[in-house]
Structures are given as C-alpha cells and as structure tokens.
C-alpha cells in the first residue's frame, strides 16, 4: 500500500478516526493499531504478517529472559548473554535468509562449484528496517536502557504502519515513552500537530511524486539503462537527477511517515536535513538517514571500539560500520563497494583533519594561521561543491546494476561529448536546481511556515491541504512508482 495513493487516503480515513476515538481506552487502542497495522502489511503479501508475529514472540521471549536472569551470579549472566544472543542472532538470521541467501547460493556455486537448494525467496517489504528495530529492543533491554515492554506493546512498536517498510527506524526508548503517555492523558494532536503533520505530508507527497518520479521518466531511468546512448551532459545530468531522485523519493517518504505518526500522537525523530548542503561526508552522514546513522553508531561503530583505541583501529572500525551499512541496503557487489567508498572518504576527512581543520572534525589545537584561515573562511562553497560531487560518484555505484554499468557510465560521462544531448531540457534542469537551492534554505524558513499556518482557521489549513493535494495531482505522473527503500 502506497502512501501517495487513494487505498492509502482511503486507510487513513477510516483509521485515523477511530484511533482518536478509542485513545480513551489504551489497551483496545493498542489492539486497534496493531490490527491496522497487519492489515496495512497484509495487502502487500499477508504471509509475512506471520514473520512479523514470529519476531515478536522471539523478541518478547529473549527481552523476558534477560529481565529475570540476575546479574549478581554468574550463572545469571551467562544466561542473560545467551538469550541476547539468541535474540540478535535470530533477528539477524531472518535478515540474512530473506536477503542474502541466493547470494551466497550464487557465490558458492561461482567460486567454488558448490551448489546448493535454490529457494524462490520473495524479499519482505521493509525487513530490514522492523529488524533493526528488533535488534533495538533486545539490545536496549540488555543495557537497562528501556524496560521489558508487554508482547502488545512490542507488537505495536514493531509493525506501527507509518514507517513499517522504510523507516524511519525508531529505538524503544523514543517509542515506548510516548505511547504509555499519550494515550493516556493527551489528546491524540492539537492545532500545532495538525498543522506540523499537513506541513510533513504535503511536502512529502510533492517530493515523491512531482519531483521523484517526474526526474525517473524523464532522465535517470534512460542514462542508467543505457548510458552508451547518450551524451555526457545527459549522463551528467542522469548522475545528478539520481541524487535528486533518491532524496526526494526516501525523504518524501519518511515526511509522510513523520505527518501520520503525528496524526497518531507520535512524534518521530527526524530523518533529513538538507544533506546536499553538508560541508563534509562526515556532515553528509549526520544529515542523511539520520535514524539509520545513529543505529549504526550505537549498536555497530562504537561497540567496535568507536574512536577510543587509536587511529588505526578508528579507520577499520569506520571500514567495517560502512561495509556492512552498504551491505545492509542488499546481497549486491555495487552495494559492498558503495559502503567502501563511504568509508574511505570517512577515513580521508580523519586523515587530513589531523592537520586541516574539516567542519564536524575536532582538530589539533596547534596549526598555522594561513591553513586556518584557508579552510575556515571563504570556502565552504567549494567543500560543499566537493563533497556534493563525491555523494553523486557514490549514488551511481549504489544505484547501477554491477560494477560493468559503473564503468559504463563514468566512461561515457568523459567520452561522451560529441553525442548530442537529446534528455536534458529546461524543465529537468530546473528540477534538479531548485532542489538543491532548497538545501541552502535556512530551517527557520519552515518554522516561519508553520506559524503562519497556525493563525489560519483550522478549516482553512484543510481546504489549503486539499488543493495542495488536487496540485500534486495534476502535476504528477499517471502511475506512482514504488519508493526506492522497499527493496531495502
């Protein structure tokens, strides 16, 4: 089920209401959200609605036995370990079967003559995401960061449909909170919720639909398949109309989710922040999926030592985090390689920050007034530019279907100037501009926009929403195509 679809407006419609109307009642509300929420998978493919109930019990299950494991003995604590174990391992066991698999069949065929049972496996819709969170909870329980939570809360928390396919992920700690509170003594939202959540899912619908799909049909879907064909202003647009795409797409997305959690009386972390306008790929990383960054901090990076056991170890702890983020996005070489050259260019800021001051790196106290003042004053347009360019190179690994294409694609970009550019026209070209002039807005612009939203009538706000939706609309294509993250 699609957000920008009229089955999704339908859903919300009959959901929403009844959900204000039941918050009286916490536990029925509870019950009523969890139906809704399997309901809003089930309609995808109702046999994964199976999987989602497996994950919970087992989650349910280890969190509990980790609860009554006393850590004051020893035979306390080796249980406690087991059942954490038991509970990642059974999480990351799902993870790897559904999306792994046939790579590693492949792989072991191709290698090394080994074949092994093929399986038509179909990938869950957002698997990736609802087992993270998974890992979240047993994680946290484990380090008495949250509470043992009951099987119906757990349920709710890993199939709430807002951001059940693709995110944002959301920790026990940022959810589990609000749900035992609003329900009980808060209204489901007030005019500022309401306003904030119109705000979210207009711009959401905007960015997937008129900016995201209209840049697919007309420019990345032709450069991507065949790159050869065209010129190498269109496959320079193509590479820069994908980084358009993919953020407008992913973003939108997660807008939505945002609005319609808030609708619920949730409110979501953030899950971008103009990332085209970060001045470091480090900056770009706290800026991109943002919940997906933290995660892979807190229960990756810094369980491997973080930065606190020297340099060298800082640099492969940074490899492996990145590797197996890339690798987290699907059983693909492109996306091995992907997480590899985010790594490296993590690495290289570390590297030249221990003698140039690099924005979001913490830099030698002692360093010459000329570096200092050639990194810190008049060139944050031309970091920004650099690393722009560098998240775009990377983009076309991520999005190319193997290495060849890669090649393909950088090759035709410098060989290609004599072909005559057929796909870049005034449109397009506007498109990608104003996305990326968007960035370099200041957010209290926004803030601005929801006050002023704010004195207007409540029914004024809803027939705006109304005809901002019949624009969107209009201005959109005929079909909406899948967001990107599903096959994540």
């Known amino acids: 089920m699609l957000f920008p679809t009229f089955t999704f407006a339908v859903f919300c419609a009959a959901v929403l209401p009844v959900g204000w109307v039941l918050r009286r009642w916490p536990t029925v509300w509870k019950v009523f959200v969890l139906a809704a929420s399997y309901y809003f998978y089930a309609v995808w493919d109702y046999r994964f609605v199976f999987l989602l109930v497996a994950m919970t019990c087992v989650n349910a299950v280890a969190a509990r036995v980790i609860c009554r494991c006393s850590p004051s003995d020893e035979y306390g604590r080796v249980?406690?370990?087991?059942?954490?174990?038991?509970?990642?391992?059974?999480?990351?066991?799902?993870?790897?079967?559904?999306?792994?698999?046939?790579?590693?069949?492949?792989?072991?065929?191709?290698?090394?003559?080994?074949?092994?049972?093929?399986?038509?496996?179909?990938?869950p819709i957002g698997v990736s995401f609802y087992t993270f969170q998974a890992i979240s909870y047993v994680v946290d329980v484990s380090r008495n960061h949250t509470e043992e939570a009951s099987l119906l809360d757990l349920a709710v928390y890993l199939s709430f449909f807002p951001q059940l396919v693709a995110g944002p992920i959301i920790r026990p700690t940022e959810f589990f909170p609000q749900m035992s509170f609003r329900i009980e003594r808060e209204a489901p939202f007030d005019k500022t919720r309401l306003c904030k959540a119109v705000q979210l899912i207009g711009r959401g619908l905007f960015k997937k639909v008129v900016v995201a799909d209209?840049?697919?049909?007309?420019?990345?879907?032709?450069?991507?398949?065949?790159?050869?064909?065209?010129?190498?202003?269109?496959?320079?647009?193509?590479?820069?109309?994908?980084?358009?795409?993919?953020?407008?797409d992913f973003s939108g997305y997660t807008d939505i989710a945002i609005g319609v959690a808030l609708l619920l009386g949730f409110q979501f972390p953030q899950n971008f922040d103009r990332p085209y306008a970060a001045v470091s790929v480090r900056d770009f990383w706290r800026r991109w999926h943002m919940t997906l960054s933290r995660w892979l901090r807190d229960y990756l990076y810094i369980p491997l030592g973080g930065n606190r056991k020297g340099r060298i170890r800082t640099y492969v702890n940074l490899m492996i985090t990145m590797t197996l983020g890339g690798l987290w996005h699907g059983a693909a070489g492109v996306f091995v390689v992907w997480g590899l050259y985010q790594g490296l260019g993590l690495c290289c800021e570390r590297l030249i920050s221990a003698c140039l001051p690099i924005p979001g790196h913490r830099s030698r106290e002692k360093q010459s007034s000329s570096l200092r003042r050639f990194w810190n004053a008049g060139n944050i347009g031309i970091r920004r530019i650099a690393v722009f360019h560098f998240i775009c190179a990377g983009w076309v690994v991520f999005n190319a279907i193997d290495l060849r294409q890669v090649v393909e694609i950088f090759k035709q970009l410098v060989a290609g100037w004599h072909t005559p550019t057929t796909l870049l026209n005034p449109l397009v070209l506007m498109m990608i501009i104003a996305v990326v002039a968007v960035q370099y807005l200041p957010s209290r612009l926004t803030d601005a926009c929801s006050r002023a939203m704010l004195s207007l009538p409540t029914c004024l706000v809803a027939a705006g929403f109304a005809v901002w939706i019949m624009i969107v609309v209009v201005l959109g294509p005929e079909e909406i195509a899948d967001y990107i993250y599903f096959q994540f």
């Open 79 to 123: 249980c406690s370990r087991l059942a954490l174990a038991v509970g990642v391992g059974f999480n990351l066991g799902v993870l790897a079967f559904f999306k792994y698999y046939g790579f590693f069949i492949a792989s072991l065929e191709q290698n090394l003559g080994i074949s092994g049972p093929a399986l038509d496996i179909v990938l």
């Open 214 to 248: 209209f840049l697919a049909t007309a420019i990345v879907e032709d450069v991507f398949i065949v790159p050869s064909a065209h010129s190498s202003i269109d496959v320079l647009a193509g590479v820069y109309g994908y980084a358009i795409r993919i953020y407008a």
